[in-house]
């Protein structure tokens, strides 16, 4: 495994009194759905929100800052990560709390239990989140969607740190949401979230969310080592028709294979390197483009740098 020079003797030089927990040269393969990838240089949990701005404020502006959530729609590479990655957790970024149809969402806060929150109190509108396997963070980010809904729909605002430490809010418009993606700038860390449900009757809610989970049991790999959704719909085309038209349903790199259940989802058969899956995925582009002129383009965030030759 890769190991990164240390960097916290800096960090906590610079900055003594942080909460959180610093780790170096830390394993991200379990902390993937792929369970796969290298190592962080520094691993930083902070506290808290004011925890966070202040390793922001203090963090030298030439280290660099990653973000993960989940892990659920992710690669990290096999090198690993330089710098700093920062995940949130715990109490602090993992509270939701209900007032009236006004939900707010810490970012850490998985997307299923968002739903679950929601119908619990009788608010209807958030029940796609129960087929979103992340974080509030990461549906932010890339305005996450699923059976007929998607973040933007329900989103007030939004609250996070920039790199100098600073809190940042952004109301709907400000986050610039499309299809798959918002415009929020890449240097915010999202920690809050408020949406705004409606009023709904619970039995009916929850008997939406028992379908959404039916429809991804059936149709989706969901018990396989795997991130989700592969590539994006390209305009005028579904990607799994795509994929699947150019013969690549159950295609295999190394330990990675395309799944023959649901050919947008790779999954990591038991040995796969993140290279093995990656590789898989940019082959079934170079099939789709040859095969239709399709260009598909990832859904699955790729982090980190590759793995040097041995």
């Not at 920039?162 to 700038?185: C, I, L, N, Q, W």
């Not at 799944?259 to 040995?271: A, K, P, Q, V, W």
């Not at 598909?296 to 040097?308: C, D, N, P, T």
Request: overall charge negative; some cysteine; glycine content about 12%.
């Amino acid at each position: 495994m890769t190991a990164f020079p240390d960097l916290i003797e800096n960090i906590r030089a610079a900055a003594p009194d942080l909460r959180g927990r610093l780790l170096e040269n830390q394993s991200l393969a379990d902390l993937t759905w792929f369970r796969v990838g290298g190592p962080a240089q520094v691993l930083f949990s902070p506290a808290d929100e004011a925890d966070l701005s202040a390793f922001l404020a203090a963090l030298d502006p030439s280290v660099p800052v990653t973000v993960i959530g989940l892990g659920s729609n992710l690669i990290v590479r096999d090198g690993g990560i330089p710098g700093v990655t920062i995940r949130l957790g715990g109490k602090a970024f993992g509270s939701v709390e209900i007032d009236d149809e006004t939900i707010r969402s810490g970012t850490a806060v998985p997307d299923m239990r968002l739903a679950k929150a929601a119908a619990e109190a009788s608010l209807d509108g958030l029940a796609f989140f129960r087929g979103i396997p992340g974080s509030v963070g990461g549906a932010l980010r890339m305005n996450a969607g699923a059976h007929g809904g998607e973040t933007t729909d329900v989103l007030v605002e939004v609250r996070g740190i920039d790199r100098k430490g600073e809190v940042r809010r952004f109301t709907h418009a400000e986050m610039g949401f499309r299809y798959r993606h918002s415009s929020a700038p890449d240097d915010v860390i999202f920690t809050g979230a408020t949406f705004r449900g409606r009023p709904g009757d619970r039995e009916a809610i929850e008997a939406e969310m028992e379908r959404v989970t039916a429809a991804r049991e059936a149709a989706q790999p969901i018990r396989e080592r795997t991130g989700g959704s592969t590539f994006k719909n390209p305009e005028g085309g579904k990607a799994w028709q795509l994929i699947d038209a150019a013969g690549c349903r159950g295609l295999i790199r190394g330990g990675a294979q395309v799944s023959e259940m649901h050919c947008n989802f790779l999954i990591n058969r038991g040995g796969a390197t993140a290279a093995d899956i990656e590789g898989l995925g940019e082959e079934v582009r170079r099939r789709v483009r040859e095969h239709s002129g399709f260009e598909l383009h990832w859904e699955i965030k790729r982090i980190g740098v590759e793995a040097s030759p041995a």
